[in-house]
């Protein structure tokens, strides 16, 4: 809520005044004042930017930030160093065991472009430390033979994304970085809405089926699987149809009880719905329904009554999804 948010930006503010008292912070409720909301364009609340060097011009917009430590770690990862250099085994192990997540960039030579993307990156991602070495002595502790970006949860690694100079995109990394944040496969539910929708991937896909039913555990194996092969280009996310606090979930998709387990994908900024064609959520099937979409070959999912059998019998036609495009065009 705007209430918590402000109470953790206060925060933030106080701990930064002491130890970085040049950096200013106000607000302004643009309720009542409509040329600020409409020169820097706010259309959500709450919006934050930061303006640098005294220009009024282009500020960095703080996306899904929501915690006090995670917002001081942003602004000083845009005032100063966004990593840390790594010299040695022993600093870098004191820093993949510090957290429950790290990120270490291992990199052939300190200065190219792979290593700027990486850079770049860890200034968007200030929910975990971010560190880099050249240490060849450190890249063979860890078996890294290229430039390589390694993502560790609880002291283990459990990513590794080699980055070839000229062809990475800071989004697409920083997209992958930020869903270690949230578990492989996410339970919706109202704590973790927020987080979900936080992570910038505009792709998920849900999967509605009751928790306690016998299936399940089979269902949810299968659906991790293949979570594996599309981590940071399509978030899954489980959606417990016992739970009727998810009721406007299901109103959403227009899922009904007969359609359970039922899989959809979601594109966030189109609002465009796919249903997967196959009914039984095996791992084969999921693979192909998110290949399928990501090379834009799935079929939108019209959510749509049934055609009603009398539907053509008076002079006024009987429309509804599923006739519409065939009759009206």
Not at 163 to 192: A, M, P, S, W
Not at 212 to 240: C, H, P, Q, W
Request: glycine share 4%; charged share 30%; proline share 4%.
């Amino acid at each position: 809520s705007s209430q918590n948010f402000s109470e953790e930006f206060a925060k933030a503010a106080r701990q930064l005044k002491k130890e970085a008292p040049r950096i200013q912070f106000g607000k302004i409720d643009v309720t009542h004042q409509h040329d600020l909301r409409k020169e820097f364009n706010i259309r959500q609340f709450p919006t934050v930017k930061f303006f640098v060097d005294g220009s009024r011009e282009d500020p960095i917009d703080c996306k899904g930030v929501r915690q006090a430590s995670a917002f001081i770690t942003w602004v000083k990862r845009r005032t100063g160093p966004s990593t840390v250099l790594i010299n040695s085994t022993d600093q870098a192990e004191a820093i993949i065991h510090a957290d429950d997540l790290a990120v270490i960039g291992f990199f052939k030579e300190l200065h190219n472009d792979s290593m700027d993307v990486f850079c770049e990156t860890a200034r968007d991602v200030p929910e975990m430390p971010f560190g880099m070495t050249a240490s060849e002595d450190v890249c063979a502790n860890y078996g890294i033979q290229k430039n390589t970006v390694v993502v560790f949860k609880k002291g283990k690694p459990v990513h590794n994304e080699v980055l070839e100079d000229g062809r990475q995109n800071k989004l697409d990394l920083t997209r992958l970085i930020k869903t270690f944040t949230l578990d492989l496969v996410t339970e919706y539910n109202l704590e973790t809405s927020v987080k979900i929708f936080d992570v910038p991937v505009e792709n998920h896909i849900l999967l509605f089926t009751p928790t306690n039913s016998e299936t399940f555990n089979a269902i949810y194996d299968n659906y991790k699987s293949a979570a594996t092969e599309f981590r940071g280009k399509i978030m899954f996310v489980l959606v417990d149809t016992n739970e009727t606090r998810n009721g406007r979930v299901f109103e959403y998709f227009r899922i009904r009880e007969v359609d359970v387990p039922a899989v959809r994908i979601l594109n966030l900024t189109s609002d465009a719905k796919y249903k997967m064609p196959a009914d039984d959520v095996t791992v084969e099937n999921l693979k192909e329904f998110c290949q399928s979409y990501l090379n834009g070959k799935a079929k939108l999912h019209l959510s749509s009554e049934e055609i009603p059998e009398d539907w053509d019998k008076m002079p006024v036609k009987v429309l509804v999804g599923k006739n519409f495009n065939r009759i009206v065009f």
